[in-house]
């Protein structure tokens, strides 16, 4: 890798016909997915706002993150990186697999400077 080049790779998107599950669940399931992508997990939390409720996973390369509306069957789904070592479409894929959506979106942007 170029040393004056950041590579930024960003995959979100949206994901419908989900089950509600719990948010301490959810903090798992991306705990497992940064590992299969080659992340390096520094910390994670869950949160619950009453309608909406999801978790984050701050990884050394950046972060991964899951928010699900109550009752809609509907989350987001957004993970970034940093660095040419991990695979965050991989991570995606999974949580996508684990999950089990009706249907999905997914897209990815090239954050990378240049």
Request: hydrophobic letters at 40%; a negative charge.
């Amino acid at each position: 890798m170029n040393e004056d080049r950041v590579v930024g790779k960003h995959v979100f998107g949206e994901l419908y016909g989900i089950s509600d599950t719990r948010p301490d669940k959810l903090r798992e399931l991306l705990l497992r997915a940064a590992e299969v992508a080659n992340m390096h997990i520094v910390d994670s939390m869950t949160y619950d706002r009453g309608t909406v409720y999801g978790a984050l996973v701050l990884v050394k390369e950046s972060h991964l993150a899951i928010h699900v509306f109550r009752g809609l069957s509907y989350a987001l789904l957004d993970i970034y990186t940093c660095g040419d070592g991990s695979t965050p479409e991989e991570a995606y894929e999974f949580v996508v697999r684990e999950l089990k959506p009706v249907r999905y979106t997914k897209s990815y942007v090239d954050r990378s400077s240049a």
